[in-house]
């Protein structure tokens, strides 16, 4: 699982830069599918709640600074967490100090 931290969701882009970066990563997601890699992924809206402790306090959130704002997710096909790891280096958002957090998937 790759999940997305920062980048173009905690930066402020023209409509244009939007529009250009939005583009790329469409481009991204269709080589993932045409090699059979991709199997989902959503980006996540800025909105939430937290639900937390014994008494599930809720509040609104969430509060990570933007460069550290969970941005979404892709689920992929890889043969190991290395191999993973090269397939995550194509993200359009590293150009934006982004971060892609790489994670196995626990099989149950």
């Known amino acids: 699982m790759f999940i997305f931290h920062g980048g173009s969701s905690g930066s402020s882009l023209s409509p244009a ?3 250009t970066n939005m583009q790329k990563w469409f481009a991204w997601v269709e080589k993932l599918q045409k090699e ?6 959503e980006p996540l809206e800025p909105r939430g709640k937290l639900v937390s402790g014994s008494k599930k306090l809720v509040t609104d959130g969430p509060f990570a ?6 941005g979404g997710y892709f689920v992929i096909h890889a043969k190991d967490l290395d191999e ?3 397939i995550s280096k194509d993200c359009p958002d590293f150009e934006y100090n982004g971060k892609v957090e790489v994670r196995p998937v626990m099989k149950m």
């Open 17 to 19: 830069e939007a529009q």
């Open 36 to 41: 059979n890699r991709y199997l989902s992924g």
């Open 65 to 70: 600074e933007g460069k550290e704002l969970v």
């Open 84 to 86: 993973a790891v090269v």
